[in-house]
């Protein structure tokens, strides 16, 4: 008897399929099915350090919303605001700044714009470590330098007033080489025919700027924007090491919150129910930016 | 008349020039300026990984180590365990490296040239994942993996990283820029789909492909957050987590052995900016193309 052969051109689909299905298998295990998990979780009273757990109902969202755990939960949506809020402006307000700066194609310009941006490739942990140096209380040259000003000594990291500040420079630190070098890549594509059209009318170099780049820049911006406040609020690794979310939470943003749920108090419970809480608000904001960027834009046409 | 016009012309001609002359001064001292600040912490912790500890502990600090002492490094190799820390790190890249490669050259294949029924549905669950950071999912991700025995093991740091959806994504949009022409005429030839990949797809998109993986390497041996989730133990950890724990490593007060951080500091990322300087052309574009979508 004779095999059936089958059309070729299914046996064609069903290998380019093949090509996709490690990923969509891998994806599922381990970024989708998380996440079922993680509202079953949600709704358990799973302590680690406990033998057994069982169903407890909407206990968790309770506590969350209406119980001990409102007042963190406020508290780290308002830290991760402002510290978003600061990473926006030092990558928006510090990149162009920057791109203005470095603006002059030359190999000594070239140069300098690649050590600006270098700091993005130091791993954070590095630089972190190199931070909480720089600004220890009684060693740090940070506070040395001050002093020749006449300033006294600021407990940086130990002061809730001066601590997101400081994490803050070190994130500054980070990121305003890439707001610059993005920005740049984008000020290169404006055509001069604008400038030139713009120079014929008289205008001068803050006009310019004004009406054309910024203008023209605009979609630039705004996937900075978006890129940016979606990365920043999932920050961790510059807080974990530099103030472990203290001194009396006043660095502890969300990610750090729920990983002091599940990795420190061991209530996987609760660092779920914060985890989804998170997502879901990482999913808004997503979808709020897109929306925002489809319309308010200037597009060059 | 006309000499007069001549003079006005002259003489706006070069108030012009001055005022690009007193622009570039300024451009020039303003970059200067910019480029000493954003240059110092590279600087200081150079600098401070070879000094002594009497040095490091002065009150007024010095610009320039009195003495060289590079055994702060070997020190921080041997004692500071950061030799085991090296391998941890390198197997971990390496593995995270070749599964995104081989993952995301296949399904960039499957994703641009294939055709199958649903392909459009599987690139959105793709692309879906990007929405979900593991800063969500590690709770479950933790149990689970733990679970299987693997918490401090390879396999455990790499799983969760198997497969990029932004590698994809890249691949997928740099393969959908070539002609089909060129892989009709490769199935021509008698090319399979491994061979119209090597052969054809990657050496076409050489930068593309590239940059990619070098944003990968970086990200894989930067990587903190998941290793400090599964690598809990000391059999497994990366540098920069053994960084983090440097300052417990040795004992008493944190400042006492900052000269021996900043080496461990400076150990983990020699290897990136070595690449960095190397690769320059790549390495600039390669979170501005991530950006161009």
New interface residues.
């Given amino acids: 008897m004779k095999e059936k052969r089958m059309n070729p051109r299914k046996v064609?689909?069903?290998?380019?399929?093949?090509?996709?299905v490690?990923?969509?298998i891998?994806?599922a295990i381990?970024?989708?099915?998380?996440?079922v998990?993680?509202i079953r979780?949600s709704f358990t009273d799973w302590n680690l350090l406990k033998d057994t757990w069982q169903y407890v109902g909407f206990k968790n969202w309770e506590w969350l919303f209406n119980g001990s755990g409102t007042r963190y939960l406020w508290n780290s949506l308002r830290v991760t605001v402002l510290y978003s809020i600061g990473e926006l402006a030092v990558t928006i307000v510090g990149g162009m700044l920057?791109a203005l700066?470095?603006?002059?194609m030359n190999k000594a310009?070239g140069a300098?714009?690649?050590?600006?941006?270098?700091?993005?490739?130091?791993?954070?942990?590095?630089?972190?470590?190199?931070?909480l140096?720089?600004l220890?209380t009684?060693?740090g040259?940070l506070n040395?330098f001050l002093s020749l000003i006449g300033i006294s000594p600021v407990d940086w990291l130990g002061n809730r007033n001066t601590a997101l500040i400081s994490v803050l420079m070190l994130t500054g630190?980070r990121c305003?080489?890439?707001g610059m070098?993005?920005y740049l890549?984008a000020m290169m594509g404006i055509s001069t025919d604008y400038y030139e059209a713009a120079a014929l009318d008289g205008a001068n170099?803050v006009q310019k700027f004004f009406k054309i780049t910024l203008p023209m820049l605009s979609p630039t911006t705004l996937?900075?924007f978006v890129?940016t406040f979606i990365s920043s609020m999932?920050v961790?690794?510059s807080v974990?090491?530099l103030t472990q979310g203290g001194p009396y939470r006043s660095t502890e943003v969300f990610?750090y919150n729920?990983y002091r749920y599940?990795?420190v108090d061991f209530r996987?419970d609760r660092?779920?129910t914060v985890?989804i809480f998170?997502?879901v608000l990482?999913?808004l904001v997503?979808v709020a930016t897109m929306k925002i960027s489809k319309g308010n834009v200037t597009y060059d046409s | 008349m006309d000499k007069h016009a001549l003079a006005d012309v002259n003489a706006r001609n070069e108030s012009a020039k001055r005022m690009r002359k007193i622009?570039?001064v300024v451009?020039w001292v303003?970059?200067?300026i910019?480029?000493l600040i954003?240059?110092f912490?590279?600087y200081?912790?150079l600098v401070?990984s070879v000094k002594s500890q009497e040095e490091?502990?002065?009150?007024?600090?010095t610009l320039w180590p009195r003495e060289f002492h590079f055994e702060n490094y070997i020190n921080v190799l041997n004692r500071g365990n950061f030799a085991k820390y090296y391998w941890n790190t390198a197997v971990m890249t390496a593995g995270i490296l070749i599964s995104q490669v081989v993952?995301g050259i296949?399904?960039g294949?499957?994703?641009s040239?294939?055709?199958?029924?649903g392909q459009g549905l599987?690139f959105v669950?793709?692309l879906g994942?990007l929405?979900?950071?593991i800063?969500?999912?590690?709770?479950?991700?933790?149990?689970?993996i733990a679970n299987w025995g693997l918490s401090d093991t390879f396999l455990g740091l790499i799983?969760?990283d198997?497969?990029s959806?932004y590698y994809?994504f890249m691949l997928r949009q740099s393969f959908m820029a070539i002609d089909d022409s060129y892989v009709d005429a490769a199935k021509v030839d008698g090319l399979g789909?491994i061979g119209i990949i090597t052969k054809v797809l990657a050496p076409m998109c050489k930068s593309t492909l590239f940059t990619v993986t070098l944003v990968t390497f970086?990200n894989g041996?930067?990587n903190?957050?998941w290793p400090?989730?599964i690598a809990r133990g000391e059999k497994r950890r990366v540098?920069?987590?053994g960084?983090?724990y440097?300052?417990n490593t040795f004992a008493g007060n944190e400042?006492m052995n900052?000269h021996e951080?900043?080496a461990?500091?400076?150990l983990?990322?020699v290897p990136?900016?070595i690449l960095?300087f190397i690769f320059?052309k790549y390495?600039?574009?390669g979170?501005?193309k991530a950006?161009m979508k």
């Fill in positions: 064609s689909a069903l290998k380019d399929f093949a090509c996709v490690p990923v969509l891998f994806l381990f970024t989708y099915y998380p996440i998990e993680l979780i920057f700066i470095f603006n002059r310009f300098m714009r690649a050590i600006v941006f270098m700091p993005k490739y130091v791993a954070m942990s590095s630089a972190a470590v190199v931070f140096w720089i220890n009684d060693t040259i040395y630190w305003i080489g890439y070098m993005i890549s170099s996937f900075l890129t999932k961790f690794q974990d090491i990610v729920i599940a990795m996987m660092a779920s985890a998170f997502f990482l999913l997503t | 622009k570039a451009q303003l970059a200067i910019v480029l954003i240059i912490p590279i200081w912790m401070s490091i502990l002065l009150p007024v600090p993952t296949f399904a294949y499957g994703f040239k294939g055709k199958f029924k599987c669950i793709v994942a929405m979900i950071p800063q969500v999912t590690f709770i479950p991700l933790y149990i689970m799983l969760p198997v497969v959806p994809i789909r970086t041996w930067n903190y957050f400090k989730i540098l920069t987590i960084l983090a440097l300052q400042t900052n951080i900043m461990g500091a400076v983990a990322v990136v900016i960095f320059q390495m600039l574009t979170y501005s950006a």
